[in-house]
Nanobody, 111 residues
């Protein structure tokens, strides 16, 4: 059974940092692109960052220079290091690969 499970969300003040993790199981994720999406209240889900099996990355403009996506293929893990967080980063963050989705983890940026 294919599963993606996010963790690491929480409440953080503006300017703070969080590291999200996604544990993948039941599939050949090491061979596929993996991605982080987010959905803020009242907004559509958007692609935040993605990473190929070889490590090539993509970031949406709003997070460039603040977020870093990485993966550990041996452990089937995906990460998102989020620095200099802003209130507009508040959202549920989802891990995605090969059309499979996790249930999400809530990130709230507020003082």
């Amino acid at each position: 059974q294919v599963q993606l499970a996010e963790s690491g969300g929480g409440l953080v003040p503006p300017g703070g940092s969080l590291r999200l993790s996604c544990a993948a199981s039941g599939g050949l994720f090491r061979f596929n692109v993996m991605a982080w999406y987010r959905q803020a209240p009242g907004k559509e889900r958007e692609l935040v960052a993605s990473i190929t099996p070889g490590g090539s990355t993509y970031y949406v403009d709003s997070v460039k220079g603040r977020f870093t996506i990485s993966r550990d293929n041996a452990k089937n893990m995906l990460y998102l290091q989020m620095d200099s967080l802003k209130p507009e980063d508040t959202a549920v963050y989802y891990c995605e690969s090969s059309t499979y989705w996790g249930k999400g983890t809530l990130v709230t940026v507020s003082s």
